[in-house]
């Protein structure tokens, strides 16, 4: 998935607690070449990481009670520009969080994690595409 990556993208990262998000996020950002830490941004909001000539943000929501937090926050200021935006808990921020170009749902599956992707934009479509898929 990394090599698929495009500046601009909105991924939101679906799935319950521990369905494996942040280590799906870890993982993307390791391909790409990040040797630092990777955190889960539950308690910041948002995790920003320069990489691979891409600036990629990580945002976690879950502990929104109230979407216009997402706007208080100022948080759509990293939305619609060049950076890949990486989104857990999306709807806990809805209406205001972008739509999503690709959604990627996770959910466990005997020791590992099932991953279904989905296009929801033309730009999600072309990374899509770029992916080489197993079938």
């Keep these: 998935m990394a090599p698929a990556l495009m500046p601009g993208l909105v991924i939101y990262l679906l799935g319950d607690l521990g369905a494996g998000k942040t280590t799906l996020v870890r993982g993307l950002l390791e391909a790409l070449g990040h040797c630092g830490a990777v955190r889960s ?3 910041t909001l948002i995790e920003p990481y320069a990489v ?9 929501f879950y502990r ?12 759509e200021e ?5 950076g890949v935006c990486l989104v857990e808990w999306p709807d806990k921020g809805a209406p205001f969080v972008p739509p999503a ?10 020791d590992g994690r099932r991953a ?12 899509l595409k770029q992916m080489k898929l197993p079938g």
């Design 101 to 110: 170009d690709l959604e990627v749902q996770l959910d466990p599956e005997g």
């Design 52 to 60: 691979s000539k891409l600036n990629l943000y990580h945002f976690d």
């Design 41 to 43: 941004p539950t308690y």
């Design 116 to 127: 279904a992707l989905r296009a929801g934009s033309e730009r999600g479509l072309a990374c």
């Design 78 to 82: 990293y939305f619609g520009g060049n």
């Design 64 to 75: 929104f009670s109230d979407p216009e937090e997402f706007v208080d926050a100022g948080l």
